[in-house]
């Protein structure tokens, strides 16, 4: 048996994994290479999560997202699993019962977009829109967090908001 101090050698839960603070010497403090510990990170965990989007939809599978888990390398699974596994039980409750996946998008582009004399410029992480026999269609919006704080939901909440009415504007789709 391997008690838990001994595990703690061999590999560490990512989301264990403290945030970058400013009293840790690395948080907010730019190194050579234009980043802080703490975005360098959400840079690469994204990248996980691209890299995995796109072999799904290289394979073909995306009206299955059951199996997109075994499309995870073992490093995926380790950083962003958990993530995963909610994105993947959150779209199979979407295509119940007649829907299927008609598009699917990550890093998304929106550029120049004007809204109150505010240029726009930026990426949604990962668009994916269903559509059902009826022409009913839905969309999930996904903006990868590497965390969640409860204190913090509202804001994303509008900031999720905010990225479907400028998707909405870029795909010309009204009802999703």
């Not at 001994?6 to 234009?34: E, M």
């Not at 997202?65 to 995926?76: A, C």
């Not at 969309?139 to 913090?152: A, E, F, G, H, S």
Request: proline share 4%; with cysteine.
């Amino acid at each position: 048996m391997v008690g838990p101090s001994d595990l703690g050698k061999i590999a560490i839960c990512p989301a264990r994994i403290p945030f970058p603070t400013k009293s840790s010497g690395q948080g907010g403090h730019r190194d050579d290479s234009g980043g802080t510990a703490f975005t360098k990170e959400g840079t690469k965990l994204h990248k996980y999560a691209e890299n995995w989007m796109l072999r799904v939809i290289d394979k073909e599978l995306i009206d299955s997202p059951k199996i997109w888990m075994n499309e995870l390398s073992n490093e995926e699974k380790n950083r962003i699993g958990r993530a995963a596994k909610r994105l993947v039980r959150i779209v199979s409750n979407q295509k119940k019962p007649d829907f299927e996946i008609v598009y699917i998008k990550p890093e998304f582009e929106i550029r120049n977009k004007k809204i109150s004399s505010v240029n726009i410029n930026g990426d949604v992480d990962l668009i994916i829109e269903l559509r059902n026999t009826h022409g009913e269609e839905r969309r999930i919006i996904v903006d990868w967090k590497r965390t969640l704080k409860k204190k913090r939901t509202k804001e994303y909440d509008y900031q999720l908001n905010f990225y479907d009415e400028l998707v909405q504007q870029k795909r010309s789709k009204q009802d999703c």
